[in-house]
């Protein structure tokens, strides 16, 4: 009997875990639309007209970790009112008006309105279905992905949600809104490495500057001066150097040409120096130097953040650079040229070398006078 | 040995400002006509001590050289991964050191060690200088300032490693080679303080500086701190190395910059004139160098058929 028992309990066991291993992860959102019907198969694709393989798959359980979790598919994907939906032509587009999520401080529909109202009005613009050399400028999800929420903590520290729900007594608010406001306290942006990168994926592209130059030159539009060469020659500076190794302090690329004062709004509003708006710009230039370089002036302010060598842009540097190398060339070929000279010229007057105690003067010379032993 | 008319006047300086009495005149006199003609027999044969026989560098000067290598190595070693980022051997480089967190650091505070050393050669230069004129002891051949003089004797060199000449130039406590590297070491550090220094206090510099060149100059010190390095670099690895440690005579090492002493054989060959100054300075070095002589059978007085036979 006692045996039958522990027969039992072992096959329970047993089915317990075969059951928690085969088992799916369950999904973190809410899938009422149906949409995973279809997209949860990872082969779920096809292949366009010019030869873009696209991928429609939907990861659920990574989809459910991040910012957009909780935003239903049709949320964004608002044109499809059907399923099987019809072939999607524009796609998302960022600054649709979400229905399902409210502004907390508002009441109104949440929406990336207010950001996209800047975006249009940078230089970076481009509709969600760029033509022309349109294409060539970034999207929203140029910069942003879709981000995992609040990758630092799986879990809100107890020792603080205590404390929140002593009066918010529902926990489950209590821990949303705790992730919520963490996540946008701690330092969330891009490393200055990371905007370096970013902002070179384009402005370092030869084939797309190339692209832009001869357009703006057909059009007899205006570029800036350093526009060929902005993140080769940054990532030349100082400036560029250290940041390139990881380090922090010194300024990227949003750090001079985003408003410091209006950060997040500013790099979505991004202008060319040309611009009075811009804080590089002749007038705004020194106030952004000062916000690093205390002591600034106005000569400090004419200084090149963007050095270049060119013979067309920097005849100066250009020169003194070529000169620069000659000498060193020039230098070391003659010293080279030198120290063999003089060791051909000591080797034949009888000197050797000799790694202990004793006269250098050991071999026979060819010139005679050698040393009397 | 028949003196030169320029190994004369250094001989006949060197005792006045020692004050050499008419014994000892007499002495060095005789010790330099037993000498034999040909300088090469005298310096293949004298005996030397590698570790140094002769004084030639005060405690100072050697205190001033271990500060400036030591830094100099370990600027370059440190800044030259930040110049020439990009290059794949940069950034491991840099990652032995901690990265430029820790680089930085480092860089900036052997930079304040290598200006000190500076200020310390400058000071004990100035003051021994001046000591000197105050007791009429400066001899203006016997320093470092170049002389015409020192291109003659680079062209005679030049020769008679060639083969054409028969003898090395007589050159003074401070040759032609030193010289040079000695202005060149002076010129790179001024350049890379400056500079280095321009990438510290930018704002200080342009500042100072008139608005239609402080943008010039800002480049140029950009340029020119990595350039300098560079060269400095080369010119020490390829010149300053190879005199000191790999040019035959010299292998493995002179012990100058260390014992602060040089060799017997080394003093003459290459720094006649400073070893005549030594027979007058030195008694002993008298004594040794007779010894010598007639151990090997040198000496021009007793023997100068034979000297003659061997300098054919």
């Known amino acids: 009997m006692a045996n039958n028992k522990k027969k039992h309990l072992t096959i329970f066991g047993l089915l317990v875990i075969a059951l928690t291993c085969l088992s799916q992860p369950a999904f973190a959102f809410e899938d009422d639309e149906g949409c995973l019907l279809c997209h949860k198969y990872p082969k ?16 659920p359980h990574v989809f459910g970790e991040t910012v957009h979790r909780n935003v239903p598919c049709t949320g964004c ?36 309105q207010p ?16 033509e022309g050399h349109d294409q060539d400028k970034p999207y929203c999800v140029t910069c942003h992905r879709n981000p995992i929420y609040n990758p630092q903590e799986t879990e809100a ?52 500057i190339e692209r832009h130059l001869k ?65 590089v710009s002749d007038g705004n230039r020194l106030n952004t130097c000062k916000r690093c370089h205390t002591y600034a002036d106005e000569n400090y302010a004419a200084l090149d953040p963007h050095p270049t060598s060119g013979k067309e ?61 | 040995m028949k003196l030169s008319d320029e190994a004369r006047r250094v001989l006949e300086t060197s005792m006045r400002i020692n004050k050499t009495g008419d014994a000892e005149r007499r002495e060095i006199e005789d010790v330099i006509a037993r000498m034999p003609d040909d300088r090469v027999l005298l310096y293949k044969n004298v005996v030397s001590n ?76 100035i003051l021994g200088t001046a000591i000197k004129l105050k007791n009429k002891t400066f001899e203006l051949k016997r320093s470092i300032i170049p002389t015409l003089k020192d291109a003659r004797d680079f062209k005679h060199d030049l020769l008679y490693f060639a083969g054409k000449l028969d003898q090395r130039p007589e050159m003074d406590k401070f040759m032609y080679k030193q010289k040079l590297h000695y202005f060149a070491a002076a010129f790179g550090n001024f350049v890379m303080v400056i500079s280095g220094s321009s990438f510290l206090f930018p704002e200080f510099w342009a500042s100072i500086l008139p608005a239609s060149i402080a943008s010039y100059f800002q480049e140029m010190m950009r340029l020119s701190h990595p350039h300098e390095a560079l060269l400095a670099l080369l010119v020490i690895a390829f010149w300053h190395w190879y005199n000191v440690h790999l040019a035959p005579g010299r292998f493995p090492m002179q012990w100058t910059f260390l014992t602060g002493k040089i060799t017997r054989e080394h003093q ?22 007779l010894e010598m002589l007639a151990a090997r059978e040198l000496d021009q007085l007793d023997n100068t058929g034979a000297q003659g036979a061997q300098s054919q």
């Not at chain 1, 105690?357 to 040393?371: A, C, L, T, V």
């Open chain 1, 44 to 59: 779920m694709g096809r292949i366009t007209e010019d030869g873009t393989r696209r991928s429609y798959y939907v990861m």
């Open chain 2, 50 to 125: 590698p570790i140094g026989d002769l004084p030639r560098y005060s405690i100072h000067i050697r205190i001033q050289h271990m500060l400036t290598f030591v830094t100099f190595l370990m600027l370059a070693f440190t800044g030259l991964p930040i110049a020439f980022f990009g290059h794949y051997w940069a950034e491991p480089l840099n990652s032995v050191l901690g990265g430029v967190d820790v680089t930085r650091i480092i860089h900036r505070t052997l930079a304040a060690a290598m200006i000190f050393a500076m200020v310390y050669h400058i000071i004990t230069i």
């Open chain 2, 268 to 289: 003459i060959e290459e720094h006649f004139l400073e070893y005549l100054r030594c027979l007058v300075e030195i008694p002993s070095e008298r004594k040794e160098l």
């Open chain 1, 313 to 373: 842009d920097n005849p100066f540097s250009y020169y003194a650079n070529l000169i620069y190398g000659w000498v060193g060339d020039v230098v070391f070929l003659a010293l080279i040229a030198l120290a063999a000279f003089e060791t051909v010229g000591r080797r034949r007057d009888g000197v050797g070398w000799r790694l202990w105690h004793g006269s250098s003067w050991w071999r026979p010379s060819k010139r005679g006078r050698d040393r009397v032993e």
């Open chain 1, 115 to 130: 950001i996209y109202d800047k975006y249009e009005q940078s230089s970076h613009f481009r509709p969600k279905l760029a």
């Open chain 1, 157 to 208: 520290p107890k020792h603080i949600t205590n404390r929140c729900v002593v009066c918010h007594e529902d926990k489950n608010f209590v821990e949303t809104w705790y992730k919520h406001t963490s996540r946008r306290i701690k330092d969330i942006k891009r490393s200055s490495r990371d905007i370096v990168a970013l902002c070179s994926s384009c402005h370092g592209d030869k084939r797309l």
């Open chain 1, 77 to 112: 994907h608002n044109y499809i009112k059907q399923l099987p939906h019809r072939p999607v032509k524009e796609g998302v587009t960022c600054n649709t008006e979400c229905h399902s999520i409210k502004n907390p401080a508002t009441g109104k529909n949440f929406s990336h």
């Open chain 1, 215 to 279: 357009a703006a030159k057909a059009e007899g539009r205006e570029l800036g001066r350093k526009y060929p060469k902005a993140a080769e020659s940054y990532k030349n500076s100082f400036h560029g150097k250290v940041t390139g190794y990881g380090f922090k302090e010194a300024a990227n690329c949003l750090d001079c040409h985003a408003d410091a004062s209006n950060y997040y709004l500013s790099v979505h509003n991004l202008k060319p120096s040309r611009d009075p708006a811009s804080p």
